[in-house]
């Protein structure tokens, strides 16, 4: 069975600082997905990673894709009260379902 | 990027009723449509895996009598949740694949669900 272990679960900053949430597992996916969710809405999509080592900047935001393809990075700088939010990631590709993480609840004080 | 709707965005019934939750990608066809549930502060859980033009796959668990899934066009997928009890307010999220990039899933807004 697949997992995707993601840490922290939740992280309660100062406007200004950086963080960086963790997506972990043992297996190998074909891509990976990072979304962002804001209280009753659906999950946002913010970036999909497939190669190995690949890095993708969006904005404040950067993503990296593990060499092996079993883990990835979201890296904040200087986060800001609007990046408030759930933060997902999401595994699949190679004829395996979805996963998701379990997400990781971060708020970011002013 | 791609859009899903999805219609009601809130609903409350009382117990015993149905209730129908439309999901619609709005500038693509999709083939297939995932239905989830979210429980409070927790991440997404999949129920079910809707196909068009054939019966959708339930995850283990998933009551498929109750839990009625019809996916009839490219566009449109339907949950039906059957004779609802308040076991069954939630928050009800559905996605769809964009072909060529079926890794990726774009999802609705969701439906929240209160059974009185």
């Known amino acids: 069975t697949q997992l995707l272990e993601q840490s922290p679960q939740f992280l309660s900053i100062q406007e200004g600082e950086n963080l960086t949430v963790y997506c972990n597992s043992s297996?190998?996916?074909?891509?990976l997905q990072w979304y962002r969710q804001e209280p009753g809405e659906g999950p946002v999509l913010l970036v999909t990673?497939?190669?190995?080592?690949e890095v993708k900047k969006l904005k404040r935001l950067t993503f990296q894709f593990g060499d092996a393809r079993k883990d990835s990075s979201l890296h904040i700088t200087a986060a800001q009260p609007g990046d408030t939010g759930l933060y997902l990631c999401?595994?699949?590709?190679?004829?395996?379902?979805?996963?998701f993480g379990a997400g990781t609840r971060l708020f970011v004080k002013a | 990027g791609a859009v899903v709707s999805q219609h009601p965005s809130r609903v409350i019934c009382k117990s015993g009723t149905s209730v129908k939750i439309e999901c619609r990608s709005l500038?693509?066809?999709?083939?297939?449509m995932f239905w989830y549930r979210q429980f409070p502060k927790k991440s997404l859980m999949l129920m079910a895996t809707?196909?068009?033009?054939?019966?959708?796959?339930?995850e283990q668990g998933v009551e498929k009598d109750k839990f009625l899934i019809n996916h009839a066009s490219l566009t449109l997928s339907t949950l039906t949740v059957t004779s609802a009890h308040p076991e069954d307010s939630s928050f009800y999220i559905c996605?769809?694949?964009?072909?060529?990039?079926?890794?990726?899933?774009?999802f609705g807004p969701g439906t929240r669900l209160t059974v009185l």
């Open positions: 999401a595994g699949g590709g190679g004829g395996f379902k979805t996963i």
């Open positions: 996605s769809a694949n964009v072909p060529l990039f079926t890794d990726t899933q774009y």
């Open positions: 297996s190998v996916f074909s891509s």
């Open positions: 809707s196909n068009e033009g054939s019966k959708a796959t339930y």
């Open positions: 500038d693509f066809q999709a083939t297939t």
């Open positions: 990673v497939v190669t190995g080592g």
